[in-house]
């Protein structure tokens, strides 16, 4: 792995290798990376019907990692999780490409492509530093094993706790799918994620799309996804009351209020609107500061009708936002990054 001006990512490993010396300072801020040979992802799939072709339960599933590619493209450059904010260029360069084989159902998917072009078409919106970041910790969420790993291990433990059938519980608790590798993986990648606020939500799509793959080969007999086996009794069993209707989501970035309403003593409502994207929307600003400043910061931008810069948590179902929280504001000064919560 090159440790230059181009980084060259070749492995799981090599992505969490230099995710680490991002997190710990030591990344250059003019840095290209490029992806070689790594990540694909291999699904085979064995049963009744299943020799060369993909049916619809499969479809389906790849349908929404596609789906989840597309939210997490338009959350890293547009700030939005709203997939109708992509063109259709960007859309056609995000597309998935599956190869399927014959004999059993053995589907390939070479992301390797598609991350580069995730790059390509982001990087007029990030630096170079925050860009390779972001792609690495798409690529291990979306891509690596360590993340699908967790994703079942974290599903058994809640099946687990769900089930009243001692027989299943015992089965559940006979398997072990992330180990110490696997967690100190998501240490790191949570790390990244921290210090990249337009990264906070790629963990949670990625989680449904592994959902969705899981899903799609509940009705086989026997399954390998990323290399991990999955009978399709067990895939059933561990996507059981698995899919979330809302979101919680960050949506950090420069906006401009719009109105200010004060009406309600409690209650501090404001609606602004993304600079960047150009969606409106309310939201209700929580300050827990002694002299009200994100209070007072958010007043001054609509009396000089600037823009400000605020920390937002919100609350997606598809692609509405339901409820909007400001959790912190501050001035923008042009030459410098304001500071937020993270």
């Known amino acids: 792995?090159?440790?230059?001006?181009?980084?060259?990512?070749?492995?799981?490993?090599?992505?969490?290798?230099?995710?680490?010396?991002?997190?710990?300072?030591?990344?250059?801020?003019?840095?290209?990376?490029?992806?070689?040979?790594?990540?694909?992802?291999?699904?085979?799939?064995?049963?009744?019907?299943?020799?060369?072709?993909?049916?619809?339960?499969?479809?389906?599933?790849?349908?929404?990692?596609?789906?989840?590619?597309?939210?997490?493209?338009?959350?890293?450059?547009?700030?939005?999780?709203?997939?109708?904010?992509?063109?259709?260029?960007?859309?056609?360069?995000?597309?998935?490409?599956?190869?399927?084989?014959?004999?059993?159902?053995?589907?390939?998917?070479?992301?390797?492509?598609?991350?580069?072009?995730?790059?390509?078409?982001?990087?007029?919106?990030?630096?170079?530093?925050?860009?390779?970041i972001i792609a690495l910790i798409v690529a291990t969420s979306y891509f690596g094993t360590s993340a699908f790993k967790s994703y079942l291990e974290e599903r058994r433990i809640t099946r687990v706790a769900e089930l009243q059938s001692e027989e299943r519980i015992a089965e559940l608790e006979s398997r072990r799918y992330a180990d110490e590798a696997d967690i100190k993986r998501m240490q790191i990648l949570a790390d990244a994620v921290r210090d990249e606020p337009r990264a906070a939500n790629v963990r949670e799509y990625a989680e449904d799309a592994h959902r969705d793959l899981v899903r799609s080969v509940r009705k086989a007999e026997e399954s390998s996804i990323g290399g991990l086996q999955i009978e399709g009794e067990l895939a059933s069993e561990l996507t059981k009351n698995a899919r979330r209707e809302s979101k919680e989501i960050r949506l950090d970035g420069r906006y401009r209020v719009q109105t200010v309403d004060a009406s309600q003593i409690d209650v501090f409502k404001i609606r602004v609107k993304d600079e960047e994207t150009g969606e409106e929307f309310i939201a209700i600003v929580q300050d827990d500061t002694l002299d009200s400043r994100h209070r007072s910061v958010i007043r001054e931008a609509e009396w000089a009708r600037t823009p400000v810069q605020l920390a937002i948590n919100a609350r997606m179902v598809g692609d509405e936002i339901k409820k909007a929280i400001v959790i912190g504001a501050a001035e923008i000064d042009e030459s410098r990054s304001p500071r937020l919560p993270r």
């Open 1 to 132: 792995m090159a440790q230059g001006k181009e980084i060259v990512i070749r492995s799981e490993q090599d992505a969490y290798d230099t995710l680490q010396l991002a997190t710990s300072g030591h990344l250059p801020d003019h840095v290209e990376i490029r992806f070689e040979g790594w990540p694909t992802l291999q699904i085979i799939v064995k049963g009744d019907n299943y020799n060369g072709t993909i049916n619809p339960s499969v479809m389906q599933g790849f349908l929404e990692f596609q789906k989840a590619i597309y939210r997490t493209f338009s959350l890293a450059r547009y700030n939005s999780a709203n997939i109708n904010r992509l063109t259709q260029d960007e859309k056609d360069a995000l597309e998935l490409w599956i190869k399927v084989e014959a004999g059993s159902s053995k589907f390939t998917v070479d992301f390797q492509a598609l991350l580069e072009r995730f790059v390509e078409k982001a990087g007029d919106k990030l630096t170079p530093k925050s860009l390779v």
